[in-house]
């Protein structure tokens, strides 16, 4: 037997992210008009991040049927999308998908509370971060929910030490494929601000930045 969503449970998911994919490498509307003028096309699912029965995938034995049913368990995906995760769930786990539905649900409500001017200039820099670097956005975002007073980061290996003053938050080279790459792409769209001092890489978050990635 399957937990199936309820109709209002899938309404909800589409609604937080205003019907458009969650994968942060896919993003198109999945829902638009269809020629005839009283109905739509729709092409958004609501998709399990834990299976509804078993033997699907990332199923979890231990959820009960309630919450295999919930909301909370979901994620708004095009139909495309919903077989690519399922095809390959070790790659897109669980853990993966939480992320992308909680970036998704972010640049909703940073589109929702931006008046349209401020953010012609700034959400396309959103959506290249979104398809290039959604790994070290997400751990931006738990650090800044954490840590909501520190803009200061440094760039660091696992073996080195530092020793700073003030507070700090810290990314990893050995845990961010081309890092350094990544970074200068945020510098580059002025999200970040270069601080590097005596050869340590330091660099300071800028607001807009920050309002984004808290959703604030």
């Not at 200061?152 to 050995?174: C, E, I, M, Q």
């Amino acid at each position: 037997m399957r937990d199936n969503f309820f109709a209002g449970k899938k309404d909800l998911l589409a609604r937080r992210v205003s019907f458009t994919c969650s994968n942060p490498e896919c993003r198109p509307e999945p829902i638009g008009p269809q020629a005839d003028p009283t109905d739509v096309v729709n092409i958004g699912v609501a998709a399990h991040r834990s299976a509804a029965s078993p033997g699907g995938s990332r199923y979890e034995p231990d959820l009960s049927s309630e919450q295999r049913a919930d909301s909370s368990n979901g994620i708004w995906l095009c139909r495309r999308c919903t077989k690519l995760i399922d095809s390959d769930p070790i790659r897109f786990s669980r853990g993966v998908l939480e992320g992308w539905r909680r970036a998704a649900e972010q640049s909703a409500a940073v589109a929702l509370i931006q008046s349209r001017d401020a953010g012609k200039d700034f959400q396309p820099g959103h959506a290249k971060n979104e398809r290039l670097i959604s790994a070290l956005l997400e751990e931006m975002w738990e650090d800044l929910r954490n840590n909501p007073t520190t803009r200061k980061f440094v760039v660091l290996k696992r073996t080195w030490a530092y020793n700073s003053h003030g507070p700090y938050l810290a990314y990893y080279l050995d845990e961010h494929e081309d890092l350094e790459g990544k970074l200068q792409v945020l510098a580059n769209l002025g999200h970040v601000h270069d601080i590097t001092y005596k050869n340590v890489r330091r660099f300071l978050f800028q607001e807009n930045f920050v309002d984004y990635l808290t959703g604030t």
